[in-house]
């Protein structure tokens, strides 16, 4: 499976972007989708993911009431909305796909797409 993430930007503080994850080249219903980021000299994080139902969301404490993800199964696509930006959300954003169970390392990564939010 191949994944294109997009959407990436400048905006300032406050401001809202929507990140977008295009899948293609699998069953987009079987897969589990995650987004995450990584800042300049930190560590990868876990941002938010999506069960492959579409039913149950996971959001890091940091972003939480903050960002939505959706899962669109007709457009193979999965989104990122993140509203009331913050400078430390500056960062890599990717996206990943995986099959329920297994660990996000064992999937499927897209190229990252860069945001940037200034104060």
């Known amino acids: 499976v191949q994944l294109q993430a997009s959407g990436g930007g400048l905006v300032q503080a406050g401001g809202s972007l929507r990140l977008s994850c295009a899948v293609s080249g699998g069953t987009f219903s079987n897969y589990d989708v995650g987004w995450f980021r990584q800042a300049p000299g930190k560590e990868r994080e876990s941002v938010a993911d999506?069960?492959?139902?579409?039913?149950?969301?996971y959001y890091a404490d940091s972003v939480k009431g903050r960002f939505t993800i959706l899962k669109d199964n007709a457009k193979n696509t999965v989104y990122l909305q993140m509203n009331s930006l913050k400078p430390e959300d500056t960062a890599v954003y990717y996206c990943?796909?995986?099959?329920?169970?297994?660990?996000?390392?064992?999937?499927?990564w897209g190229r990252g797409t860069l945001v940037t939010v200034s104060s």
């Open positions: 990943a796909a995986s099959f329920p169970g297994n660990s996000w390392e064992r999937g499927s």
């Open positions: 999506i069960a492959w139902s579409g039913g149950n969301t």
